[in-house]
């Protein structure tokens, strides 16, 4: 028996046994007449002990030769500890050692195997099994094992089936891109692996399963923008007989559920704003309302004054930081050189300060009075010591501007505590897109996606197309988007307008989409689904910033498994049998 208890288990009542644990070397304190050794595994730590002219010699020549990772198997007897540490659930014992068994040495690992690590991120993923071993990253995982049986459970037990779909898939060029994969008993052709299970999805309510859902990994071959994966994780869900309200509550609860299981907080129902809205007060389709500083709109007040950025720009709107008039000329200056980054783009920022003796203080002093300057004060409901920021030009452009601003504003002010949680729902997004590049709309969620029953006939009129709202919801926390779905199209003559409307021929429709268009003659239920970013929703339940920690074995920001090598070139026989012919360029 390799072990009659694990490194986190031994207290006090167990004193006076015999026990044998096994694990990996922490530390190694060797002071002399007294030996101590830190045994890990994933269940905490045990303190080993050994005493010069007590202990067997043998055993202190053991004992001096471990390094740290070492495997070993420990015997001996539980005892009280003399000197006490409290900060661990083991701190009260330690264990006489009467035998060691060295089941495996280690190489010295290239970084500490700490809570604070001295590695670097580079090296911790290229020795992720390692970086593995650190209980924050352990614990990460632990969370989403939770997560995932909190999920299973509930949604067994409203009566969804996990239903596998396959991986190896035929591509469908919509959305992200596809990743491929050649196959050898049809050369020439290939799988694409599925961005989601969509179709599949559908197809299981036209078979009748009306309450699916799975645990899934999708794959998006998308240029990295920071925190994506190329693989990750989605709860992905389909029910048939539903309308939105349905498929929202069901989710909600769904949500509620993990909080009050993993963080023991209960939500009253989730707050739900409109696309229009979270785009008109936030500049963003995934607004983070952990705190106010909603957009103000000012056109009224501040045009027809002379200054001429405002008079010619469609739209000024700003927000107002609540006492932060004190802000010095270098942190306005910080500010302003932050909306001017690349990444955000504005061409600059006007500020008002309503100093605490009342006057004003602005950087458009010049074309405005303090009279003037009140009214601003008044639309954004300012007091005495606040700070209003204001950026303007074309509207969309700026209120993602002005969205950036915001969120600084709220990182600067501590206003967006990770461990508190602001769940809300936005509907009713845009059913298309139009892209400038390619000049046609897209689907802003997907081409399955139903219209608004009463925006329906909008789509006769191609210059009403951008105005068309969708039946579809995102759910957000914190600023993230961490779930989304649509009610579905289900008719057939709707589908094909759709189609159209993204510049499909009917060919081209057929091809790519025929299998789910042909099951949809034969009696598809009205439906409607979503997702969950399941990785994402880890994320934000440990109050983290990044996805990567709660993926075993994620990909760097190139993409690349950096342990394993991959991707990597194929040999020439691989490529062969593939019958792929490689013609690249060598320098
Ligand atoms: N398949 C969609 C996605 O991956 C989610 C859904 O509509 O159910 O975003």
């Given at each position: 028996?390799?072990?009659?208890?694990t490194?986190?288990?031994?207290?006090?009542?167990?004193?006076?046994?015999?026990?044998?644990?096994?694990?990996?070397?922490?530390?190694?304190?060797?002071?002399?007449?007294?030996?101590?050794?830190?045994?890990?595994?994933?269940?905490?730590?045990?303190?080993?002990?050994?005493?010069?002219?007590?202990?067997?010699?043998?055993?202190?020549?053991?004992?001096?030769?471990?390094?740290?990772?070492?495997?070993?198997?420990?015997?001996?007897?539980?005892?009280?500890?003399?000197?006490?540490?409290?900060?661990?659930?083991?701190?009260?014992?330690?264990?006489?050692?009467?035998?060691?068994?060295?089941?495996?040495?280690?190489?010295?690992?290239?970084?500490?195997?700490?809570?604070?690590?001295?590695?670097?991120?580079?090296?911790?993923?290229?020795?992720?099994?390692?970086?593995?071993?650190?209980?924050?990253?352990?614990?990460?995982?632990?969370?989403?094992?939770?997560?995932?049986?909190?999920?299973?459970?509930?949604?067994?037990?409203?009566?969804?089936?996990?239903?596998?779909?396959?991986?190896?898939?035929?591509?469908?060029?919509?959305?992200?891109?596809?990743?491929?994969?050649?196959?050898?008993?049809?050369?020439?052709?290939?799988?694409?692996?599925?961005?989601?299970?969509?179709?599949?999805?559908?197809?299981?309510?036209?078979?009748?399963?009306?309450?699916?859902?799975?645990?899934?990994?999708?794959?998006?071959?998308?240029?990295?923008?920071?925190?994506?994966?190329?693989?990750?994780?989605?709860?992905?869900?389909?029910?048939?007989?539903?309308?939105?309200?349905?498929?929202?509550?069901?989710?909600?609860?769904?949500?509620?559920?993990?909080?009050?299981?993993?963080?023991?907080?209960?939500?009253?129902?989730?707050?739900?704003?409109?696309?229009?809205?979270?785009?008109?007060?936030?500049?963003?389709?995934?607004?983070?309302?952990?705190?106010?500083?909603k957009?103000?709109?000012?056109?009224?007040?501040?045009?027809?004054?002379g200054?001429?950025?405002?008079?010619?720009?469609?739209?000024?709107?700003?927000?107002?930081?609540?006492?932060?008039?004190?802000?010095?000329?270098?942190?306005?200056?910080?500010?302003?050189?932050?909306?001017?980054?690349?990444?955000?783009?504005?061409?600059?920022?006007?500020?008002?300060?309503?100093?605490?003796?009342?006057?004003?203080?602005?950087?458009?002093?010049?074309f405005?009075?303090?009279?003037?300057?009140?009214?601003?004060?008044?639309?954004?409901?300012?007091?005495?010591?606040?700070?209003?920021?204001?950026l303007?030009?074309?509207?969309?452009k700026?209120?993602?501007?002005?969205?950036?601003?915001?969120?600084?504003?709220?990182?600067?002010?501590?206003?967006?505590?990770?461990?508190?949680?602001?769940?809300?729902?936005?509907?009713?997004?845009?059913?298309?897109e139009?892209?400038?590049?390619?000049?046609?709309?897209?689907?802003?969620h997907?081409?399955?996606?139903?219209?608004?029953?009463?925006?329906?006939?909008?789509?006769?009129d191609?210059?009403?197309?951008?105005?068309i709202?969708?039946?579809?919801?995102?759910?957000?926390?914190?600023?993230?988007?961490?779930?989304?779905?649509?009610?579905r199209?289900?008719?057939?003559?709707?589908?094909?307008?759709?189609?159209?409307?993204?510049?499909?021929?009917?060919?081209?429709?057929?091809?790519?989409?025929?299998?789910?268009?042909?099951?949809?003659?034969?009696?598809?239920?009205?439906?409607?689904?979503?997702?969950?970013?399941?990785?994402?929703?880890?994320?934000?339940?440990?109050?983290?910033?990044?996805?990567?920690?709660?993926?075993?074995?994620?990909?760097?920001?190139?993409?690349?498994?950096?342990?394993?090598?991959?991707?990597?070139?194929?040999?020439?026989e691989?490529?062969?049998?593939?019958?792929?012919?490689?013609?690249?360029?060598?320098?």
């Open positions: 028996m390799y072990r009659t208890h490194c986190g288990e031994l207290r006090l009542a167990n004193a006076g046994q015999e026990v044998t644990l096994s694990g990996w070397v922490q530390r190694v304190r060797d002071k002399g007449a007294l030996i101590w050794i830190d045994l890990r595994d994933r269940y905490g730590i045990t303190q080993l002990f050994l005493q010069d002219g007590v202990s067997d010699p043998k055993l202190i020549e053991q004992a001096r030769s471990f390094g740290r990772e070492y495997v070993l198997q420990a015997k001996g007897t539980v005892v009280e500890r003399e000197s006490k540490n409290p900060n661990m659930p083991t701190g009260e014992i330690e264990i006489k050692v009467s035998e060691f068994n060295l089941l495996n040495a280690s190489k010295v690992p290239p970084f500490t195997i700490e809570d604070e690590s001295d590695g670097g991120d580079d090296l911790r993923m290229k020795y992720r099994y390692l970086d593995l071993r650190r209980n924050p990253v352990r614990r990460n995982l632990e969370l989403r094992h939770n997560m995932a049986i909190l999920v299973r459970n509930y949604l067994s037990n409203l009566n969804f089936l996990e239903i596998e779909t396959p991986f190896l898939i035929k591509s469908t060029p919509e959305g992200a891109r596809d990743f491929v994969v050649p196959s050898r008993m049809n050369p020439g052709e290939f799988y694409a692996l599925p961005q989601s299970p969509q179709q599949y999805k559908q197809l299981l309510m036209v078979a009748g399963f009306d309450r699916y859902f799975q645990i899934v990994r999708c794959f998006r071959d998308e240029d990295l923008r920071a925190d994506r994966q190329p693989e990750f994780t989605q709860i992905d869900c389909e029910m048939s007989f539903v309308e939105q309200e349905d498929v929202l509550n069901t989710f909600e609860g769904l949500a509620k559920h993990l909080f009050k299981e993993i963080k023991g907080i209960e939500f009253d129902k989730f707050p739900r704003m409109t696309w229009h809205d979270a785009m008109k007060y936030y500049g963003s389709d995934k607004p983070d309302i952990r705190f106010g500083m957009f103000v709109e000012l056109n009224d007040v501040a045009k027809g004054k200054f001429g950025l405002f008079d010619g720009a469609e739209l000024v709107v700003g927000i107002n930081a609540e006492g932060c008039a004190e802000y010095t000329r270098k942190q306005l200056d910080q500010l302003t050189e932050f909306v001017k980054r690349p990444q955000v783009g504005a061409g600059g920022m006007v500020y008002i300060k309503y100093n605490a003796d009342g006057s004003f203080k602005s950087s458009v002093d010049k405005y009075t303090a009279d003037d300057l009140k009214k601003f004060a008044d639309k954004f409901g300012a007091k005495p010591g606040d700070l209003m920021l204001i303007c030009g074309p509207a969309m700026t209120r993602k501007q002005l969205n950036e601003l915001r969120l600084e504003m709220g990182n600067q002010l501590g206003l967006r505590d990770p461990q508190k949680f602001a769940p809300l729902w936005v509907i009713d997004f845009p059913l298309l139009w892209d400038d590049e390619t000049q046609r709309y897209y689907a802003m997907h081409p399955f996606t139903a219209p608004k029953p009463e925006d329906e006939y909008l789509l006769d191609p210059s009403k197309w951008g105005e709202r969708a039946n579809a919801y995102d759910i957000v926390m914190n600023g993230s988007e961490v779930g989304g779905g649509s009610i199209i289900h008719d057939r003559v709707l589908q094909n307008k759709m189609f159209h409307t993204l510049g499909f021929t009917d060919e081209q429709a057929q091809e790519q989409f025929g299998f789910l268009m042909g099951a949809f003659e034969y009696g598809a239920p009205p439906h409607a689904g979503l997702a969950f970013g399941f990785d994402r929703l880890c994320s934000i339940f440990a109050g983290a910033d990044s996805i990567r920690d709660f993926i075993a074995f994620p990909k760097n920001n190139s993409g690349r498994d950096v342990m394993s090598g991959s991707p990597a070139p194929l040999a020439k691989q490529l062969e049998e593939l019958e792929i012919k490689l013609d690249l360029k060598t320098e």
